[in-house]
C-alpha cells in the first residue's frame, strides 16, 4: 500500500538522519570547527555600491569591504574618529573669498571655502578581482570582452585570473566624482553638491553626456573635472567646500567616500556583465579586511578575509569598564580574527531565534515574540537575562541608540502650529499628559528611555541628570526625574484656550487629527493607548492611518496636524539632529527633513551658530552653551512631542569575544573574535537528537494501519453469506 | 488537436492583455511614480531633482496610459503601460527597479521552489489518493468515520499551525533536522525534508475528503458491481477500475496546479528561508517594485493558462472519448 510505504520510508529516513550529533546543523560539515562567525540577515542589501548604499542591511555589508579614509574608534565613547586609510584625521584650512587662509577661529561668515587634504597610508592594497588582472603586455587581461567571452561566466570567482594593486589618491576622487553620476542616484548628491566646489556643475555635465550615450554605456569620470576634487601626489587629495562645514569629517567615514578604482568601474561595464548581475552593486571591490565571495541576497551571503589587507591592530584603549569586560584582552593583536562570516537570510524571527538558541548563530537580537523567554525586568526596571539564557552562558548587550521617534506637530497648522502663546501652550500640555514613561513599558518592553529633547545619550550637548531634563515636562523631585502632574497639563490647556477641551469661546470640542502609517490589528492598541492619552484632558483624537506613501505626500504638502516620525543618526553630531528643526529644512517651504515646518529665527541663529563650531577644545564649551540654548528653546516651544530613545538589546553566545554596541561605526567584524572549539562543545551537547519520537510515531501509524489491514483481509476472505 | 491548440494559444493573448492591464491599473493606484522613486533612492536626503532623474531614466516620466502631447500612434505607444508590458510578450522582462535582472533572478528561484512544491505534491496525491481510497474501501464503516473526523480536524488546522508546530518539535525539541536554511546539491535534502512532510501533512485533510466524496460517487455505479461480479478483488476494483474513472475530476484539480508549483509557497517559503519565487512577489510588493510584480503576475498568468490547456490535454488522456476538434 503506497501510504504505508511511504510512511515506512520517511520513518527510516528520519531514523537515518537522526544517527549521529547535530542532524539540525544548517551548515555544511565541512564548515564544523572553522573560524567563522554565523549571524542573519532579514532584508536583503539593495545596494553594495558604496555610492547608493545608505541603510544598515546594507553597510553591515558594504562598511566591511570599504575602507573610506576615517572609521570611529571601536572602544571609545564618546564616537571618536580615527584615521583608516588615512595618516591622520584631516583638519580643514580655511580661505577667504580672495583665496588667503584665515586662522581656525576665523568667524564662519568669512570663510568661504574649507579644505581638507587626506593623506593616505602608502602599501594598502586591493582584494584580488580579475579587473586589476593584467597579460604580458601589462594591459587589462579583461577588457573589451564581447557576449561571446563572457559565456560560462556567471560569477566573479569564475574569472580564473586575478590580481590586485595598491591603493590611490585617484580612487577615492573617482568616487567623489560618482556622487554626481546621474545613472547612480547617490542619495547624497544634492547635500553634497552644495558643499563640495564644482560637484553640481559636474553633474550637470554628466548629465548631458549619459542623455548623448546609450543606457548601459560606461562614462569615463576621468575625462571631467571636479575643480573642488584635487589630486596633490599619488597617495595624497584635497577635498575644497564650500564655507564650513565641521562635520564633514563624520562623512569621510562612510561608505559614499570609500575608493572605487576606475578599472573596475570599466570592468563591471562592459556589455553583457549587468545581465549576468555583475555589477559593482552586486560584487564589490575594497581594501577592507573582508571581501565579498558568495552574494546570494536571498539565502546566503559571505565575507571572506582578504588576503591583501594591509594589517591593523586590536586597540588597547577604551572606556574604563571595557577592561572589566574583556574588551582589551585582545589588545595589539592583528585583526581581523575570524576568517569567514557567513550571513543567512531569515525572513522569520521565529526560525531565526531558535537557531540562535542552539548555538547557530553567535548573536542575535531580541524580538517581542522572544523577549520574555530572553529578558526578565526587575522591580526597579532593571533587565537581566533569564536562567535559561544565563544557564547558556548568554550575554545582554544593551546601548541606547542614536535615534529618536517622536510626533511632532505641523506649525503650519492654525490650532496647533505657530509660536503663539496659545498653541504654544497647547502643545506643552500635551507634551506633558501622554506619558511616554508608559508607552515604553507597555509597548516596548521597557526597551527605550524617554526623550527630553531632540538629542539621544552618546551625542555631544545631551546633558544627564537635573541640568538635562524638559522642564516643560518633567520635575526633578529628591533625585529622580518625574513627569509634572496632569493639573499642570490641564491648567496649560486652559490658559491655551482650551479649557475642559473645550474651546472658551464657542464651546466647541477640540479635535486632532492623528496622521499615521499602518492602522492594522497590531496597532491598535497602540493608537487606542494614545486616544486615552489626549482623552485625559479631554481632547478628541482621530487617527488617520493611511499607507507610507500617502502619509509622506501628506506630510510634503502640509495637510497633516500631528504625526509620527523618527530619525536614525548619521553621525554622531548635534547638528545631524537639530537641523531637523532648522527653518531651511521646513518640509513645505524647502522639501527639507524640517517634517514640522518649524520656523523660529532664535532657534535658526543658534543653530547656525553651534553647526559652525566644534565639539573638541575651547570651541566646545562655547558650543555646549549654545546647544543648551537651543535645546531649551525647543522644549519651550515643543514642536515635537520628544518621544524616546530605542534601546537596542542584543545577546551574544559565551564563545563570540570583543563585541560592544555601536550605533555609528559599522565595521566592527574584524574586532570580533570566536573560540570555536567551544562552540562545537556547547553546540554538541545542546543539539543531540532524540530519537525516542520517531519510534513513537512508527509505533501510532502501524496502530493505525494494523486495523485497516486486518479489516481488508478480513473483507477479501469473507464469502458473500459471511 | 493543433488547431484546438492553437485557438486556445490565442485567446491567451487578450487574457494577459487584461491581465497586465488590470495589475498596471491596481498597481499606480496604489502607487505613483514618484513613491516608486521615492521607496528606491531612500526616504533620507532625497531631492525632488533626484526623484525627477529616476523617473526619466526609468522611463516613469510618461503618462500612464494615453498621452495626449503625442501624434498618432504613439498617443498610445509613447506611455508606461506600452514600454513596461509590450517587452513582456517577447518574455524579455527587463531589470528590477534595483538594476538587477529579472529573467535570471526567476531562474535562480526557480529550483529551490520546485525542490519543495514537486515532492509535496507528488507525495502529497499518493497519500492523499491511497488515504481516500481506503476510506472508500471502508466505507460507512468505523475506520471511514474516525477518518473523516481526522480528516476534518487535520483540514481545520491553519498552515502556519503545522508549519511553526512542525519546527517546533522535529527541529527544536527533536532536533532532527535544522528549522530553516538551504542548501544546494546533497546538502538540499535535510532542508526540504521538513517542509515538504508538513507540506504533504497540511493538505491530507482537504484533499482526501474531497477525493473521498470522488470515489463515493464512482463506486455506486454500475460498472463496479459488473467488476465485482466478475470476482475482481477489492483492490483492483477501486485502484484499476474506480481510480482511472474518477481521474477527470482529480485532474481537473491537479493538472492546472502543476506549472504553477514553480510559483512556490509563500508562508513555507518564507519560514524555512527557501530562497525560492514563493516570496518574489512579496518582496516587490513591499519594495513597491513594479517591473518585478508585472513580470511575476504576467508569468502567474501564463502558468495559469498552460495548467488549463493541459487540463483539457489530458482528459484525453484518461478519457479515450473526449477529442479535440
Redesign the interface.
Known sequence: ???FR?TFL?SL??LL??CGSE????Y?RAERGQNILYSAFTE?P??LDPVQS??EDEITFTAQIYEPPLQYHYLKRPYTLIPLTSDAVPTPRYYDDRGRELPATAPAEAIAHSVYEIRLRPGIRYQPHPAFASDAAGQPLYRNLDREQLRGIEKIADFRATASRELVADDYIYEIKRLAH??L?S?????MAERIVGLRELGAAL?TEAKRLPADAWIDLDRFALSGVTRVDRHTYRITLRGKYPQFVYWLAMPFFAPVPREVDRFYHQPGM????L?L??YPVGTGPFMLTQN?P???MVLERNPNFHGETYPCLGDPEDQADGLLADCGKTLPFIDQAVF?????S??YW??F??G?YDASGISSDSFDQAVRLGVGGDVQLSDEMRGKGIRLLTSVRASIFYMGFNMLDPVVGSLAEAQTKLRQALSIAIDQEEFISIFMNGRGIAAHGPLPPGIFGYVEGEAGINPVVYDWVDGQVRRKPLEVAKKLLTEAGWPNGRQASTGEPLVLNLDTTGGGMGDKSRLDWLTRQFAKLDIQLVVRST?F?RF??KVRKGAVQLYYLGWNA?YPDPENFLFLLASREGKVAK?G?NASNYANPAFDQLFERMKNLESEGPRGVERLAIIRQAVALLQHDAPWIYGFHPTSYTLSHVWLKNRKPTEVGHNTLKYQRIDVAERQRLRQEW?????W??AAIAVLLLAMLL??AL??RR??RSTARG | MLAYLIRRLLYAVPILIGVNLITFALFFV???PD?MA?M???????????IE??KA?RGYDKPLFINPAATGSAVFTDTIFFAKSARMFAADFG?AE????IA?EIV??MG?SLAIALPTFI?GL??TV??AL?LT??RA?Y?DFWGVVLCVAMMSISGLFYI?GG?Y?V?????????????GGL?AW??L?LPV?IGVLSGIGSSTRWYRTIFLEEIAKDYVRTARAKGL???AVLFRHVLQNALIPILTGVVVVIPLLFMGSLLTE????I?GLG?YTI?AIN??DFAVVRAMVFIGSVLYIVGLILTDLSYTLVDPRIRFH
Open positions: 500500500m503506497p501510504f511511504f520517511v529516513l528520519l538522519t537522526a542532524q539540525n546543523d544548517p555544511p536583503r539593495k545596494h545608505y541603510t546621474p545613472r542616484h542619495p547624497i548628491f544634492g547635500m548629465q549587468a545581465a549576468k548581475n555589477t552593486d552586486w546570494n536571498n539565502s546566503r543567512s537570510r531569515e525572513k522569520e521565529i526560525p531558535n537557531k538558541l542552539q547557530y499607507d506613501n509622506q505626500e548619521d522639501g527633513e543539539n543531540r537528537p532524540v530519537l519520537p520517531l486495523p485497516a479489516g481488508y473483507r477479501e | 496604489v502607487n505613483t513613491d521615492r528606491q533612492l531612500g526616504v533620507k536626503r532625497v531631492t525632488p531633482e533626484a532623474r529616476w531614466e531589470r534595483d538594476g538587477r535582472d535570471r535562480s528561484r529551490p507525495l499518493l497519500v491511497s488515504f481506503l474501501f471502508f464503516s475506520l511553526i519546527q518539535l527541529s527544536k525539541i527533536w532536533r532532527l533536522v535544522p528549522i530553516s536554511g538551504y542548501g546538502d535535510k532542508f525534508i512532510l478483488a477489492e483492490a518564507s519560514f524555512f528561508g530562497p516570496s518582496d519594495a513597491q
